[in-house]
């Protein structure tokens, strides 16, 4: 089958590109390289340099590299840049998706399957999330990411293109060979920022408070391997094919570490020391989340290879280990 992934060159997008051809499928990227490395890109995959809000080119690539399913990834996903310039959240997330729609709809392609984000639940006291709990928002992106879904919802009642959204949770590690990882800049994701210790590209890693309601006093969350996150999309793209059904799972491991446990374990990956200091809490970070992911489990059938963050961890450090300075474009 023909798979289209949109932003297939950013950390998500590099890892279902690869794997998908991996699994034998014909990938079509199509990426603008705002956000995103050419070099993270399986030179397997057509590359399309374009826009997702450029319909014309978007509707061209899926007649010419004749799609039957989209697996979309593009989009903006700074939590706190998101709450600095939102519009700039709201034109590449919700218009974008508005026209990558309107261009499936165009070319007559029925099936994507969405990368969402825990982050539409805001701030929520029940631990796990299922996927029944009522979505909050407490940021400008997590309201992009739930305007995206409800969108999908209407574009399959009016047109019938079918969905499923996933709502991923804290997305680590990197490709088992180390040849792709998570590679932004700016850095803003912990286990990235610890690796910088002892790659020796940072004196220590600052943990953003430790007077949460929580056992050690620092933030709890659910970190799941991309590359099972990855399996879960092909599960999900298979499952809309053959039930002609759209729908909602959650993507976690249903564990939670605090940001304690994953400087200690990275600690005894690396066998380094890691500096760490106690700064100020970050605006926004909830205390805890935990995901259920017991809906992906049993109706996608979706069975995880990373069941501990060590293992997580030792993915990461391999690919960083050798790609000290990340991806890079060169203009
Ligand atoms: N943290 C630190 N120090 C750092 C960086 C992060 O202590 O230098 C802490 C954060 O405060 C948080 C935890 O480590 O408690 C994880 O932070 P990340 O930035 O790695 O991830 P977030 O949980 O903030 O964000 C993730 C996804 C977002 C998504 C969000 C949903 O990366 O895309 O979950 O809440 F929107």
């Known amino acids: 089958m023909n798979v289209m992934i949109t932003g297939g060159a950013g950390y998500i997008g590099s890892h279902a590109v690869k794997i998908l051809l991996e699994r034998g499928y014909n990938v079509s990227v199509i990426d603008n390289l705002s956000t995103g490395y050419m070099d993270s890109v399986d030179k397997r995959a057509i590359f399309h340099n374009i826009d997702i809000r450029d319909k014309d080119l978007v509707v061209n690539v899926l007649k010419s590299d004749h799609i039957g399913a989209v697996i979309h990834f593009a989009a903006f996903s700074l939590v706190g840049e ?21 261009a499936m709809n165009e070319a007559g392609v029925k099936h994507i399957v969405f990368s969402s984000s825990a982050a539409v639940y805001g701030d929520r006291s029940t631990m796990p999330i299922t996927e029944e709990v009522l979505e909050v928002p407490t940021s400008a992106y997590g309201e992009t990411k739930l305007a995206m879904e409800k969108m999908m919802k209407w ?42 210790v002892p790659l ?26 991309i590359e099972d996150l990855i399996e879960a999309h092909i599960l999900a793209m298979h499952k809309i094919i053959e039930t002609n059904k759209s729908d909602i799972f959650n993507l976690g491991s249903g564990e939670g570490y605090s940001v304690l446990e994953m400087i200690e374990s990275a600690r005894k990956v690396t066998k380094q020391p890691i500096k760490s200091i106690i700064s100020e809490r970050r ?18 059938k979706w069975v995880k290879k990373y069941n501990d963050v060590s293992s997580i961890i030792s993915s990461a450090w391999k690919f960083h280990q ?10």
């Open 82 to 102: 998101s709450m600095q310039v939102p519009l700039k959240y709201y034109d590449n997330n919700v218009y974008g998706t508005k026209v990558l729609l309107d």
């Open 155 to 196: 574009a399959d009642i009016a047109h019938g293109i079918k969905y499923i959204a996933l709502r991923y949770f804290n997305v680590a590690g990197a490709y088992q060979t180390g040849e792709i990882g998570e590679s932004h800049n700016p850095e803003t994701h912990l286990i990235p920022l610890i690796l910088q």
């Open 283 to 300: 605006a926004g970070d909830p205390a805890r989340l935990i995901a259920s992911s017991e809906k992906a489990e049993k109706e996608l």
């Open 200 to 225: 020796g590209k940072r004196e220590h890693i600052s943990i953003f408070g430790n007077d949460y309601d929580t056992p050690d006093g620092t933030c709890i969350r659910d970190y799941i391997h």
């Open 322 to 331: 050798l790609h000290k300075d990340g991806f890079k474009n060169e203009n």
